[in-house]
T-cell receptor, first 114, second 113 residues
């Protein structure tokens, strides 16, 4: 089955800096890659997703890049703000009979210092 | 449009007991997936229901079972609770099982003593 590795496990940045979180996946059939933000005690919130027919997607300060050949994808947050502090999870789904089965990474605790 | 809701928010049980968790999907969504999130870990897929039928299952034993009702709400049942079942249980709904975008509920935190 699919395996998703996420790095780093913790990331500390100063307000205004950029943050990058990287994930690798094992199943070459995976074709959907969402990123979720989870604040303490709250539900995971979808912040951006990308499908395998696209190499990059951007939404304001957040961008995701995908390298299918190397089987890795990354989340980029620019101009970080204290409210970006949360746990971020990447995930992968391979479609077919695995539609809706998201395999998650272990999470990255992002702390943005004012 | 209402979001995904879950009940109860918290639950304490003892080993060997049985528990039922409930989920109401987002308006218009007919597919519900259940995940288990242990402390400090990413969510793990338990199973998915589409139009009242199980449509895929993760690596969980048969004592984890579910139901989906005609209104697309869903239940997760866990029998013979073990200490390791202590976790946050999340449900997520999607518009169709072919639509991969999933929206999560707030979760039910289960503690097994």
């Amino acid at each position: 089955g699919e395996n998703v590795e996420q790095h780093p496990s913790t990331l500390s940045v100063q307000e205004g800096d950029s943050a990058v979180i990287k994930c690798t996946y094992s199943d070459s059939a995976s074709n959907y890659f969402p990123w979720y933000k989870q604040e303490l005690g709250k539900r995971p919130q979808l912040i951006i997703d990308i499908r395998s027919n696209v190499g990059e997607k951007k939404d304001q300060r957040i961008a995701v890049t995908l390298n299918k050949t190397a089987k890795h994808f990354s989340l980029h947050i620019t101009e970080t703000q204290p409210e970006d502090s949360a746990v971020y999870f990447c995930a992968a789904s391979s479609g077919g009979t695995s539609y809706g089965k998201l395999t998650f990474g272990q999470g990255t605790i992002l702390t943005v210092h004012p | 449009e209402t979001g995904v809701t879950q009940s109860p928010t918290h639950l304490i049980k003892t080993r060997g007991q049985q528990v039922t968790l409930r989920c109401s999907s987002q308006s218009g969504h007919n597919t519900v997936s259940w995940y288990q999130q242990a402390l400090g870990q990413g969510p793990q897929f338990i199973f998915q229901y589409y139009r009242e039928e199980e449509n895929g299952r993760g690596n969980f034993p048969p004592r984890f079972s579910g139901l989906q009702f005609p209104n697309y709400s869903s239940e997760l049942n866990v029998n013979a609770l073990e200490l390791d079942d202590s976790a946050l249980y999340l449900c997520a709904s999607s518009l169709e099982y072919l639509s991969e975008t999933q929206y999560f509920g707030p979760g039910t935190r289960l503690l097994v003593l």
